[in-house]
């Protein structure tokens, strides 16, 4: 099901709003995301959109996207979803270990 499903992600471009297109690097893909909009937001807009490696002891800065690799997981296993077991149980350990980085954030 995600084989059919990468193709037809990758097999066209898709537009912005000021009508320019994507070009071939937004092809590649896990089935259910395109891999070069995983890392973070690339809009562009405001210049390049700061996107670092998030490492646990460093300042968490407003406006700066951090991005943690999730080994040998895609889209569907991250979500639990078609899964074994173990990929589920680690899908559920990186929820909360990201929902407990998120409660640890400045109010």
Known sequence: ???????????????????????????????????????????GINGADPIVKYESNDLLIPGQWNWIKISDMDHWSVIGHMGSSERIKRAQENLNNHANRLRKLPK
């Not at 499903?5 to 092809?27: A, N, P, V």
């Not at 089935?31 to 973070?40: D, L």
């Open 1 to 43: 099901m995600i084989k059919t499903r990468s193709k037809l992600i990758g097999f066209r471009s898709g537009y912005w709003f000021d009508g320019s297109k994507t070009d071939s690097l937004w092809y590649e893909n896990d089935g259910v995301v395109n891999t070069i909009s995983m890392y973070g937001p690339t809009s």
